[in-house]
């Protein structure tokens, strides 16, 4: 059974800074894709980065969030800097993996980690 495990969420003021953290637990063949989302009260859940052979970063995010990973550990990263009110949210990460019982990739999601920037 593949589990994501986030961490790194927290209050944070303007301008500032926070690393989110999510590591897989399980046994896993192999990782196809990883991503952040982020879901704020009253708004769909949005792509904010993502992580295959390439990185893929929502407008609003360009230049202040990066994504990253650590393959020994299964593990991705999201370094954001110069936070805004707006970035405000839920943070989810999502990984697309095989795990090592089968041969098909699967969806999988973190449990959410909060974000708050605010003065």
């Known amino acids: 059974q593949v589990q994501l495990v986030e961490s790194g969420g927290g209050v944070v003021q303007p301008g500032g800074s926070l690393r989110l953290s999510c590591a897989a637990s399980?046994?896993?063949?192999?990782?196809?894709?990883m991503g952040w989302y982020r879901q704020a009260p009253g708004k769909q859940r949005e792509l904010v980065a993502s992580?295959?052979?390439?990185?893929n970063y929502a407008d609003s995010v360009k230049g202040r969030f990066t994504i990253s990973r650590d393959n020994a550990k299964n593990t991705v990263y999201l370094q954001m800097n110069s936070l805004k009110p707006e970035d405000t949210a839920v943070y989810y990460c999502?990984?697309?993996?095989?795990?090592?019982?089968?041969?098909?990739?699967?969806?999988?999601w973190g449990q959410g980690t909060q974000v708050t920037v605010s003065s």
């Open positions: 999502r990984f697309i993996a095989i795990p090592n019982d089968t041969a098909l990739n699967h969806i999988y």
């Open positions: 399980g046994s896993i063949r192999s990782i196809y894709a």
């Open positions: 992580l295959t052979t390439t990185t």
